[in-house]
């Protein structure tokens, strides 16, 4: 029997089906993308050619989708069995962030009808870091996918099939957990190419990887925070607030890492002072460097950290210091030179938005659906 | 694991990257033994903007119609349309030449052919090359597969892509040698340089041309020199002018390990829109930092080994722990 359980309830619910216009909308500028072209529905120019597609459906998108990674990094590496209730959940919102940013990779694809050349080993060139995040980012989201099988296989009953991947689970955990300390990592260094573009707060060359993926494990850790409360309000499930507070340490120990490393790579490459120009870039710098400092103060208290708004406070600042740290970097203070500027149009915004609608409802489907949930934390 | 050991662990590892890149750092590259590209000299050129309208003829692309400027090409800047375009420098009342107050000059964009080229190295699919005798850097359109990124890798913005069509490619000037042109294999020059009317645009070695832009620095201002036009190794005229007051500064020489195409000015060249460059190109830390992590694989290779032996081992005391 799994300790694993459907949901059950009503799907088409009055939050689903406002979720379901957003995607609708979406999905009439996706078709005007395929038939006109990407200059019909978006603002992208010569100077920006990354606009909110790349950075906020993948760069951010995929940071969001961590969950499944700072859990398994918890569960399986540091052998924390308590959290194991959370892992599924956390991996199919992984899987779904993943799989959408990997769609959102191929809207925004010039040459979409190609994209299998980036697959052809002949066509590598092992100098670039778009490669090891496509390839990564491609292999990861087979394995998530693979992850999440025996919720799947456990509903329609394949237990042959559920036992030969269970042996070979322990593996497919190991490259989850190796594949997005790569690509995380890998998708701050695509930064440092971008040499003088990027805003010197944020070029900070060789610890672009470092800042990445502790960012990206911080985001992973809220996200996952952030889910199980919001289920537990949205879904009346038992809150798992004590659960969560345990994971306070390791969180901790990121945020301090992250504050610490960026103020010393700074120091270092002698830009402290641009911290106070008193301009947007030192305004942005100083916003998201109080979004990562609220949850640290929040955290380091053992009475706050043990309530529930309290930690999801904290969850929220996290998610949206890691956005921003993301934005910023990408495109608020991107500069290509003189002549160039970008806004997202309507119908970027709108697709967008409807991969995101399209996300929560695929995940509310499947909770309701299929064997998510944990069995002991069901209340009755 | 505890926490202090996660620490440990993280910053070890940040320490390891740190190292590991300072050791294995790669130079910039060196020019191509062959390289040949031009040499702009911003002070030679009167804006006719010929060189525009060849580098259309010979790309087989439509002129660009700034407003009711219909009279000839009136492109702005660089797009899917004009792979090389001629800005206007303008300050105060724009009434002297080449005078960095109240004066006016010109200045080309095109393809720099850097020797160490962003656009290169970040893509992918290996759709951006760079010939290994003559340096010259051109795109592949058989096997890009728009990612875009050698358009935000590349210092001056220079590859476009066709955003208005549903299936575009990157455009940029790939130094009159792409396919089906290839007028440097066949022993010509570029259609800009040949079109020049002044020697402004002068094609050749990139060693001849440094050496040339070298010779101009050292020109006393108001004495004549004899402009070589069309191709240094050949020219087919000289135009003979009055030597202007340069800036000290070969544009191309050394910005982010050099360039093919150099300009040189009496206007500073960040008044002319030229970037922030450092001599390092950027493309070099970038690979630097990639390779350290990614040298053959080996690092990954033993992460893998030793998670999956965690993972395993702490997936059956899990197992156990279910079973009670
Ligand atoms: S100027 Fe840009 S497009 Fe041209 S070689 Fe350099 S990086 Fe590539
Ligand atoms: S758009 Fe094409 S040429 Fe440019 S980096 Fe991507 S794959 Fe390479």
């Not at chain 1, 036992?163 to 190991?174: C, D, G, T």
């Not at chain 2, 051109?138 to 069509?165: A, L, S, W």
Request: a neutral charge; one cysteine or more; charged letters at 15%.
């Amino acid at each position: 029997m799994s300790a694993h359980q459907a949901l059950g309830g009503r799907i088409f619910t009055k939050p689903f089906l406002v979720l379901l216009l957003i995607f609708v909308v979406g999905l009439v500028f996706m078709v005007e993308r395929f038939s006109s072209g990407m200059g019909a529905v978006s603002n992208l120019n010569g100077g920006f050619a990354w606009g909110i597609w790349v950075v906020f459906d993948v760069v951010v998108g995929t940071a969001f989708a961590c969950g499944g990674y700072a859990l398994a990094f918890m569960v399986y590496v540091f052998n924390k069995g308590q959290y194991h209730p959370l892992v599924r959940p956390a991996v199919l919102a992984s899987l779904l962030g993943y799989a959408l940013g990997g769609f959102g990779a191929f809207f925004d694809m010039g040459r979409f009808w190609q994209f299998y050349e980036i697959f052809i080993p002949g066509n590598w060139n092992f100098n670039s870091v778009m490669l090891e995040v496509g390839l990564c980012v491609a292999v990861y989201i087979i394995i998530l996918a693979l992850e999440f099988a025996p919720a799947v296989l456990e509903k329609f009953g394949m237990h042959g099939l559920l036992k030969s991947l269970n042996k070979v689970l322990f593996f497919l955990i190991a490259l989850g957990v190796l594949l997005p300390t790569m690509h995380q990592s890998s998708l701050g260094s695509l930064l440092i190419a971008m040499g003088h573009k990027v805003h010197p707060l944020w070029q900070v060359d060789h610890m672009q990887p470092v800042l990445a993926l502790i960012s990206a494990l911080i985001m992973g850790f809220s996200i996952v925070i952030f889910e199980a409360s919001t289920s537990a309000v949205g879904f009346s499930r038992k809150s798992e607030a004590s659960l969560l507070a345990k994971m306070r340490q390791v969180i901790i120990g990121l945020l301090s890492t992250f504050l610490i490393v960026r103020l010393l790579v700074l120091l270092v490459q002698g830009k402290l002072g641009l911290i106070f120009a008193a301009d947007f870039a030192s305004l942005m710098i100083l916003l998201e460097t109080a979004l990562f400092a609220i949850p640290l103060v929040i955290l380091l208290s053992p009475e706050r950290s043990s309530r529930g708004s309290q930690l999801l406070i904290a969850a929220m600042c996290m998610l949206m210091a890691g956005s921003l740290y993301r934005f910023d970097a990408f495109l608020l203070t991107f500069n290509p030179g003189p002549g160039y500027s970008y806004f997202p149009s309507a119908a970027e915004i709108m697709i967008t938005l409807g991969v995101v609608a399209f996300e929560i409802m695929a995940y509310l489907i499947l909770v309701k659906t299929l064997p998510v949930l944990h069995r002991e934390e069901r209340a009755l | 694991m505890k926490r202090r050991d996660f620490l440990k662990a993280t910053l070890g590892g940040t320490a390891a990257t740190l190292c590991a890149t300072s050791v294995e750092a790669r130079p910039n590259l060196e020019p191509a033994p062959q390289a040949v590209g031009m040499l702009f000299d911003s002070t030679l050129c009167v804006g006719c903007k010929a060189c525009v309208s060849k580098c259309k003829e010979v790309n087989d692309m439509p002129p660009v119609i700034d407003g009711d400027k219909t009279t000839w090409d009136s492109a702005r800047d660089l797009s899917d349309q004009t792979l090389n375009v001629i800005k206007v420098y303008r300050d105060g009342n724009a009434t002297t030449k080449d005078s960095e107050v109240d004066g006016y000059c010109f200045e080309k964009r095109s393809c720099m052919h850097c020797v160490d080229p962003g656009c290169v190295s970040v893509c992918p699919c290996t759709a951006m090359r760079q010939d290994k005798v003559t340096g010259i850097v051109t795109h592949h359109p058989d096997v890009c597969i728009g990612c875009r990124n050698c358009m935000v890798g590349c210092p001056y913005n220079v590859p476009q892509f066709e955003y208005n069509k549903l299936f575009g490619q990157i455009r940029k000037c790939e130094l009159c040698n792409q396919p089906g042109v290839e007028r440097i294999n066949k022993g010509q020059m570029t259609g800009c340089a040949e079109a020049c009317p002044t020697g402004s645009t002068l094609f050749g070695p990139r060693e001849a041309l440094l050496e040339e832009a070298r010779r101009r620095m050292q020109l006393k201002p108001g004495e004549l020199y004899r402009y070589p036009m069309g191709d240094i190794t050949r020219p087919y005229n000289y135009h003979e002018k009055i030597v202007p007051t340069y800036k000290q500064h070969i544009w191309g020489e050394k910005e982010a390990g050099g360039t093919s195409v150099m300009h040189i000015s009496s206007v500073s060249f960040d008044k002319l829109g030229m970037p922030p460059l450092e001599e390092r190109s950027a493309a070099s830390i970038a690979e630097s930092v990639q390779h350290s992590v990614y040298s053959f694989m080996a690092l990954p290779a033993l992460a893998l080994a030793g998670l999956t032996y965690t993972v395993r081992k702490n997936t059956r005391d899990h197992d156990e722990g279910d079973d009670q």
